[in-house]
Structures are given as structure tokens and as C-alpha cells.
């Protein structure tokens, strides 16, 4: 079954996720679950754009390591997983953004993804040292990689 | 009202992450984005059941460790500000099975997401051991958290 999932979607950069939680899932609650990945890591942007970038709430260092952390986990959870066949559409209860042309171009959002982990992770470092210039440079590279994503493959 | 809020709450705990988080969201998407929380560390407590209780996976000790980083790094990001004046309801479109006898008792909650998130934390430890039979016996205690929660709080 991993070597169909794997072939069908074009992915190796997504295989190891696919082979251990695709089927365990319905399309249905892969179109939630991912939904709910995205959902937790605005709130937690939400919270970091609030403090260095708005400036609307005082900087707290460990709020901010905390918020960064979530994001990276999620962001490098195998969320490709959460795509497979079958979610290219609204299913039962579940209403999807996500473009069918994503899943005609798995390798290109596997990068996409990739390099929203990387920006993640540097998100991570940066709020490790408490210094909110830092965060607010990594910030910015992670609102870059997600808006790449959602302009190519996120409908309006 | 920062004061204000910790007052009403009556909480200590959860003052950090209330104070820069709550009043940006809304009741409504203060249960929408606790339940996507909920919902992402599922489907990540999921993917470590399938691999050390059920078997029914070959145990991957990277996904293993990335599946423990998101349910520790959701569960240690101040979801005690999701839970804020006016989510004691339905609101909107949410449906919260939250029991109203949570909202009198914070410091509880409080507490029991403390040992959530010290059970997450050493789930991840055990992860990075690479050893199956360790990261059994810690998600174990994290699915005891978890349950204590659910049993005093959740309505069915």
C-alpha cells in the first residue's frame, strides 16, 4: 500500500509520512485534522505578529518560544499525510481551500513545505535567544513561506 | 485587563498566556482554534498508538518523534488562553463540549494541563531514545492525562 500511496502522489519526500498515517485516517477527517494543523499555527503567529510586529502586546520571550515551537512541531508533523487521495474536495462535514492543482504538483508542495520547517526551526532559534529583532526577521520568513504556499495552491 | 481576566479566573497559571493571548480572539475562535488543538494532538497520539500499542505500524522513530514534538509543543503553548470568558457555550457555529464546571474550576484545569504537558515533555524524551518499549510507557501517561482531563471536563 505505501509503494501505491507513494506512486500515485508522485512524493518521496512524503513517503515516510504517508506510509504510517495516510490509511489510518478518512479523507474526511484528513481535510479536518489538517485544517485544525492550520488553524493552531495562525493562532500562534497571531500571537507572535501581536508582540514584534504590531507591537500591540508586550514582548514576553517565553510566550514567544512557545508560539514558535508549536508552529515548527505542526509545520514538521508529516502534515503531508494529511492530503492524501480523496481530500482534493469537500468531503461529508468538511469544506477544503485547498486547490486541486496542489495535488497534481505533490513534489512542489513537499518543498513548500519543507521550507516552511526550515523557516519554522529558525523561528525557533531566534526566540531561543529573546531577542525580538531576531524573532521578528524569523517571523517574517515564515509568514514569506506560508503566503508562497497558500498563493499557489490555497483558493481564495 | 490583563487584571481583570486573571481575576475572573481566579487563575496564576494561566496569567502568562492570557495576558497577550485571549483578548485577540474571539469566543468563537477561541473554541474553534482549542479544538483544532485537540485534534492535531489526536491524530499525532494516533500515529504513535498505531506504532507502539496496536503494532499494527512499523515503528518509525523519526515520525515517532516528530508526532511527540507536536502534541508536546500544542500542549505546552497556553491553550489555557482558548478558554477564556464566553467560551463556556456554544457560540456561532462552535459546539465546545467543554463542561461548564471547568470555567469554576481553573486552577484545576490548570493543573492537569500542567501534568499534560510534563507527560508530553518526557514523551518526547523517551522518542529521542529511539526505544519503542520506553515511548510506549510514556504515552501511556500522557493518554492518562489526557483522560483525567476528559473525564472530569468533557461532556459526551
Not at 45 to 55: F, L, N
Amino acid at each position: 500500500m505505501k509503494s501505491v500511496i507513494t506512486t500515485l502522489l508522485g512524493g518521496t519526500l512524503l513517503a515516510v509520512s504517508l506510509s504510517a498515517a495516510a490509511a489510518q485516517l478518512s479523507p474526511e477527517d484528513q481535510i479536518e485534522t489538517r485544517k485544525a494543523g492550520f488553524t493552531y499555527m495562525a493562532w500562534n503567529m497571531g500571537k507572535i505578529k501581536a508582540q514584534v510586529i504590531d507591537e500591540s502586546v508586550e514582548y514576553n520571550p517565553e510566550q514567544v518560544s512557545a508560539a514558535a515551537n508549536a508552529i515548527a512541531a505542526i509545520a514538521n508533523s508529516g502534515m503531508g499525510a494529511l492530503f492524501g487521495p480523496g481530500t482534493d474536495q469537500d468531503v461529508g462535514k468538511q469544506v477544503t481551500r485547498a486547490d486541486p492543482a496542489l495535488f497534481a504538483n505533490m513534489n512542489d508542495m513537499a518543498e513548500l513545505a519543507g521550507n516552511l520547517g526550515t523557516a519554522s526551526d529558525n523561528l525557533v532559534a531566534a526566540a531561543a535567544t529573546g531577542d525580538a529583532s531576531a524573532v521578528r526577521v524569523a517571523f517574517g520568513e515564515v509568514g514569506k513561506s506560508c503566503k508562497a504556499c497558500h498563493d499557489k495552491y490555497r483558493l481564495d
